[in-house]
């Protein structure tokens, strides 16, 4: 069992091969042969091997006619490689007197001793053509394009037998023939006969084809007896012919005044052979066909790059130039005729038109040469520094317009302009100002116009400018009054007559030691709840009054009397250089002789001896003040550390303001709202926040316990000093009790006024 199957195999395993090179290895072979009597015939049999394998082929001839043979230079066998074929050539040589027959011959073919190919093919033995053109070729014919050219040629038979001559025609594309009686011609031996045919020729088209090329054409006539060809050989060349192309011609001119412009004309010679050009405008003088150059009503026209002497090539190009220049004037236009003519063949002449006419161009530019209006103050006036150019092509007028948007006023110093071509005027004065109620950080919209009468709106430009906001405060009115009880009322009346939204800080204080505080109109930021000696107002609107109160108590206890000063220190929240003060004076009226408690009474008698108690008395006092003052003026540092950079305190009063309370001007700071608003929302917060902060109720206690230690020490040594002068009795008055010298300012109100 085993051995049968491993028989079988090895039995497919041969059978496979074969039966693959029997799909992939090919044979061809003619299936006719003709030949002549005594002739030596060449059979071709091509044997193409598909296979990857090399092949072992051999040819034998199984069926050969007597007296016939087949003669190979090499034994009949051979190898083909792989993906190879090869062309195997046998001749056949057939007897002088084999009669005119057909004959059956057959080879086979082995492949690798397995395969095998079997074919025969026919033998035809016949006479050989003789045929003969009576022209020889070389022959040299001349057409016109698009023509036809009637050609007639003979031919003779010099076989032995009649033979059928079919006839063809090898022509360049482009190229045609008709033949009018038939291709077939059948001409007994000896015999001539003649073959019409007619050529069409071709269209010259971009000069092909030209003058210069020969067109080869042969006439062809096939033996029907074996096939055999013979030839004439011609050639045709097409007569001159002379045309051109219009490729392109530019646009027509549009022109400045006196300005110029060339318009591009190309043509092209599409005949086939070179050709020269007659190019110009029609001439009014009989002496002369065409000119290139003329004049008309102030218009000049020329031509430019003709170059008439020479030749366009076949199917080359030339561009030439019309140019046409204007009269410097406003309007006007032109035609001109254009003549192209192809030397030798003047019917083909063509004619042109080209005209150019006058357009005005309206144009102008607008510069700012200088503006200073980007800010200015209400009721102040700026000026924009202008200056027109006229970009046109002709001297033109122009006006100028100014539109507005906002509460501004406006000045032209000129409004219309006759300029010249590329000439620019003198500088235009524009004036801007904001009425005098103008808000600060109001904007206003400015648009100035360039116009043409009939070109309409040119350029504009646009400008924005801000109204400048200032400061101004008014004192309205400045009151006092003194009341039963000794204390002083004051009543302070301002007005913001600046344009746009303040704030003051406002402070206090007395060139004597006695008590008195501001009152804070409502909405006032201060720290203080009692003798309250500062406080902050934001937000004060503009054209609205703002007043507030303080009172202060006049000394009773200065035997001299003298002057009780109060000064208000009043600073810009937005600026902090505008400061300016308000002062009330009061008189403190001196302890007369009559007061009961004889006060000022002293015994000069007993003055030398207290002399040195009293002074120890004021070194006491003066002590003591100097202690208090440091109190406040620490407290008074620390707060206005708190309150920097928004306004400094003056601890010490200044000369005396003039009697009619007038105030310092200085011109507005440049805030915008924004920063305003900053500042005003930052005075409510401390700047310098404590780690814990002190309530009202302790700082007012302190106060207090300060003011009264001061009055206290006072009352006490003026007490020890009293009891000592009543003792000695009153003699004279004591030197120390002597009035200092009072620094007065005058409000420009009396006692009585108040």
Same mark, same amino acid.
């Given at each position: 069992?085993?051995?049968?199957?491993?028989?079988?195999?090895?039995?497919?395993?041969?059978?496979?091969?074969?039966?693959h090179?029997?799909?992939?290895?090919?044979?061809?072979?003619?299936?006719?042969?003709?030949?002549?009597?005594?002739?030596?015939?060449?059979?071709?049999i091509?044997?193409?091997n598909?296979?990857?394998?090399?092949?072992? *082929?051999?040819?034998?001839?199984?069926?050969?006619?007597?007296?016939?043979?087949?003669?190979?230079?090499?034994? #009949?066998?051979?190898?083909i490689?792989?993906?190879?074929?090869?062309? !195997?050539v046998? %001749?056949?040589?057939?007897?002088?007197?084999? &009669?005119?027959?057909?004959?059956?011959? =057959?080879?086979?073919?082995?492949?690798?001793?397995?395969?095998?190919? /079997?074919?025969?093919?026919?033998?035809?033995?016949?006479?050989?053509?003789?045929?003969?053109?009576?022209?020889?070729?070389?022959?040299?014919?001349?057409?016109?394009?698009?023509? %036809?050219? &009637?050609?007639?040629?003979?031919?003779?038979?010099?076989?032995e037998?009649?033979?059928?001559?079919?006839?063809?025609?090898?022509?360049?594309?482009?190229?045609?023939?008709?033949?009018?009686?038939?291709?077939?011609?059948?001409?007994?031996?000896?015999?001539?006969?003649?073959?019409e045919?007619?050529i069409?020729?071709?269209a010259?088209?971009?000069?092909?084809?030209?003058n210069?090329?020969?067109?080869?054409?042969?006439?062809?006539?096939?033996?029907?007896?074996?096939?055999?060809?013979?030839?004439?050989?011609?050639?045709?060349?097409?007569?001159?012919?002379? /045309?051109?192309?219009?490729?392109?011609?530019?646009n027509?001119?549009?022109?400045?005044?006196?300005?110029?412009?060339?318009?591009?004309?190309?043509?092209?010679?599409?005949?086939?052979?070179?050709?020269?050009f007659?190019?110009?405008?029609?001439?009014s003088?009989?002496?002369?066909? !065409?000119?290139?150059?003329?004049?008309?009503?102030?218009? %000049?026209?020329?031509?430019?790059?003709?170059?008439?002497?020479?030749?366009i090539?076949?199917?080359?190009?030339?561009?030439?130039?019309?140019?046409?220049?204007?009269?410097?004037?406003?309007?006007?236009?032109?035609?001109?005729?254009?003549?192209?003519?192809?030397?030798?063949?003047?019917?083909?002449?063509?004619?042109?038109?080209?005209?150019?006419?006058?357009?005005?161009?309206h144009?102008?530019?607008?510069?700012?040469?200088?503006?200073?209006?980007?800010?200015?103050?209400?009721?102040s006036?700026c000026?924009?520094?202008?200056?027109?150019?006229?970009n046109?092509?002709?001297?033109?007028?122009?006006?100028?317009?100014?539109?507005?948007?906002?509460?501004?006023?406006?000045?032209?110093?000129?409004?219309?302009?006759?300029?010249?071509?590329?000439?620019?005027?003198?500088?235009v004065?524009?004036?801007?100002?904001?009425?005098?109620?103008?808000?600060?950080?109001?904007?206003?919209?400015?648009?100035?116009?360039?116009?043409?009468?009939?070109?309409?709106?040119?350029?504009? !430009?646009?400008?924005?400018?801000?109204?400048?906001?200032?400061?101004?405060?008014?004192?309205?009115?400045?009151?006092?009054?003194?009341?039963?009880?000794?204390?002083?009322? #004051?009543?302070?009346?301002l007005?913001?007559?600046?344009n746009?939204d303040?704030?003051?800080?406002?402070?206090?204080?007395?060139?004597?030691?006695?008590?008195?505080t501001?009152?804070?109109?409502s909405?006032?930021?201060?720290?203080?709840?009692?003798?309250?000696?500062?406080?902050?107002?934001?937000?004060?609107?503009?054209n609205?009054?703002f007043?507030?109160?303080? *009172?202060?108590?006049?000394?009773?206890?200065?035997?001299?009397?003298?002057?009780?000063?109060?000064?208000?220190?009043?600073?810009?929240?937005?600026?902090?250089?505008?400061?300016?003060?308000?002062?009330?004076?009061?008189?403190?009226?001196?302890?007369?002789?009559?007061?009961?408690?004889?006060?000022y009474?002293?015994?000069?008698?007993?003055?030398?001896?207290?002399?040195?108690?009293?002074?120890?008395? *004021?070194w006491?006092?003066c002590?003591?003040?100097?202690?208090?003052?440091?109190i406040?003026?620490? =407290?008074?540092?620390?707060?206005?550390?708190?309150?920097?950079?928004?306004? @400094?305190?003056?601890?010490e009063?200044?000369?005396?303001?003039?009697?009619?309370?007038?105030?310092?001007?200085?011109?507005?700071?440049?805030?915008?709202?924004?920063?305003?608003t900053?500042?005003?929302?930052? %005075?409510?917060?401390?700047?310098?926040?404590?780690?814990?902060?002190?309530?009202?109720?302790?700082?007012?206690?302190a106060?207090?316990?300060?003011?009264?230690?001061?009055?206290?020490?006072?009352?006490?040594?003026?007490?020890?000093?009293?009891?000592?002068?009543?003792?000695?009795?009153?003699?004279?008055?004591? @030197?120390?009790?002597?009035?200092?010298?009072?620094?007065?300012?005058?409000?420009?109100l009396?006692?009585?006024?108040?």
């Amino acid at each position: 069992m085993r051995r049968g199957l491993c028989m079988a195999l090895v039995m497919t395993s041969l059978l496979l091969p074969l039966a693959h090179a029997q799909d992939e290895v090919t044979f061809s072979a003619p299936e006719t042969l003709t030949a002549y009597q005594d002739d030596n015939r060449s059979l071709a049999i091509v044997i193409d091997n598909g296979g990857l394998n090399v092949i072992e *082929w051999q040819v034998n001839f199984t069926q050969i006619p007597s007296d016939f043979s087949v003669w190979y230079p090499f034994e #009949m066998v051979g190898s083909i490689d792989g993906q190879q074929s090869e062309n !195997i050539v046998f %001749q056949i040589i057939t007897p002088d007197d084999a &009669p005119l027959n057909v004959y059956k011959l =057959a080879f086979r073919i082995e492949i690798d001793g397995d395969l095998t190919f /079997n074919h025969s093919f026919d033998l035809i033995i016949q006479y050989p053509s003789n045929l003969a053109f009576g022209v020889q070729s070389g022959s040299v014919l001349s057409v016109a394009q698009l023509d %036809q050219l &009637p050609i007639a040629v003979n031919i003779t038979n010099y076989a032995e037998i009649e033979d059928t001559v079919t006839f063809s025609m090898e022509s360049p594309e482009g190229w045609d023939v008709i033949w009018p009686n038939g291709v077939n011609r059948t001409i007994s031996p000896s015999d001539l006969s003649f073959i019409e045919f007619t050529i069409l020729s071709p269209a010259v088209i971009n000069g092909t084809p030209s003058n210069d090329d020969l067109a080869a054409h042969r006439l062809i006539a096939t033996s029907s007896l074996d096939e055999e060809q013979i030839y004439w050989d011609f050639s045709l060349r097409l007569e001159t012919y002379r /045309n051109f192309s219009i490729d392109y011609i530019g646009n027509n001119l549009t022109l400045d005044p006196g300005g110029s412009g060339r318009i591009e004309v190309t043509i092209r010679n599409t005949g086939n052979v070179a050709q020269k050009f007659d190019i110009g405008f029609p001439s009014s003088n009989q002496g002369e066909s !065409i000119v290139t150059s003329g004049s008309d009503n102030g218009w %000049q026209y020329s031509l430019y790059k003709l170059y008439p002497s020479e030749a366009i090539g076949i199917n080359q190009s030339r561009t030439f130039e019309v140019a046409i220049q204007s009269p410097y004037s406003q309007d006007g236009e032109i035609s001109v005729q254009l003549e192209i003519r192809p030397l030798g063949n003047e019917a083909k002449t063509q004619s042109l038109s080209f005209s150019g006419i006058i357009i005005l161009r309206h144009e102008v530019q607008m510069q700012i040469t200088d503006n200073q209006c980007d800010e200015i103050l209400p009721r102040s006036t700026c000026e924009i520094k202008l200056r027109l150019t006229n970009n046109g092509n002709y001297m033109d007028e122009f006006s100028l317009s100014v539109e507005q948007s906002g509460n501004i006023q406006t000045a032209l110093s000129k409004a219309s302009f006759n300029l010249d071509k590329s000439v620019s005027s003198d500088e235009v004065i524009l004036s801007l100002t904001f009425p005098e109620n103008t808000t600060a950080e109001t904007i206003a919209t400015t648009i100035i116009t360039v116009g043409h009468e009939k070109a309409g709106e040119l350029q504009s !430009i646009t400008v924005q400018t801000t109204a400048k906001g200032f400061l101004l405060w008014s004192l309205v009115e400045a009151e006092q009054n003194l009341g039963a009880d000794q204390k002083l009322s #004051m009543k302070v009346v301002l007005l913001n007559q600046g344009n746009y939204d303040d704030g003051l800080q406002v402070s206090i204080s007395s060139s004597h030691l006695t008590n008195f505080t501001l009152i804070p109109p409502s909405g006032a930021v201060f720290e203080d709840s009692e003798n309250i000696r500062s406080f902050e107002m934001f937000q004060i609107p503009r054209n609205t009054e703002f007043n507030f109160r303080a *009172w202060a108590l006049v000394p009773q206890d200065i035997s001299a009397g003298g002057n009780l000063e109060i000064n208000l220190t009043l600073m810009s929240v937005s600026d902090e250089n505008q400061i300016f003060y308000v002062g009330f004076n009061q008189s403190i009226p001196a302890i007369g002789n009559d007061n009961v408690d004889a006060f000022y009474l002293v015994d000069v008698g007993s003055l030398v001896q207290t002399l040195g108690a009293m002074i120890a008395a *004021w070194w006491g006092f003066c002590a003591s003040l100097f202690i208090a003052l440091l109190i406040v003026k620490k =407290a008074y540092a620390d707060r206005k550390k708190r309150l920097q950079p928004l306004f @400094e305190l003056r601890t010490e009063p200044e000369e005396p303001k003039n009697t009619d309370l007038s105030m310092e001007k200085k011109p507005a700071p440049e805030v915008s709202k924004e920063q305003f608003t900053q500042a005003f929302l930052a %005075q409510s917060k401390p700047l310098e926040p404590t780690k814990q902060p002190v309530s009202r109720e302790v700082i007012s206690a302190a106060s207090t316990i300060i003011d009264h230690h001061g009055e206290e020490d006072v009352i006490n040594k003026m007490n020890a000093l009293a009891q000592e002068i009543s003792s000695t009795g009153p003699k004279s008055l004591h @030197e120390a009790n002597k009035s200092l010298d009072q620094q007065t300012q005058n409000t420009g109100l009396t006692e009585l006024d108040l």
